[in-house]
């Protein structure tokens, strides 16, 4: 089959044939197996990390909840730019 081929070159092309091969089974298991594993794995790594933050906000928010349930309604009405009137006990 390579007889046209000097003897000094079969080896040199059998490697580079042999490299092409196993350079394409690595471009098909690539993309038929650790590709899709590899999206998966950064999805779930994606949501876990979107949850993590919500759940932190959520805490956050908590204890923002819980500061401003402790304000009197002056501190409140002062916190929110405007001026408490005692005498009326209204906030303008």
Known sequence: ????????????????????AAGAALIVINALWWLPAAKEEGRVAERAAALQRSMDLIKQRGATNEAVGRL???????RLGGQWVRDAGTCE
Not at 5 to 18: C, E, F, H, R, T
């Open 1 to 20: 089959m390579l007889a046209w081929l000097p003897d000094s070159l079969k080896l040199p092309m059998a490697a580079i044939g042999g490299a092409v």
């Open 72 to 78: 009197s309604d002056g501190d409140l009405c002062h």
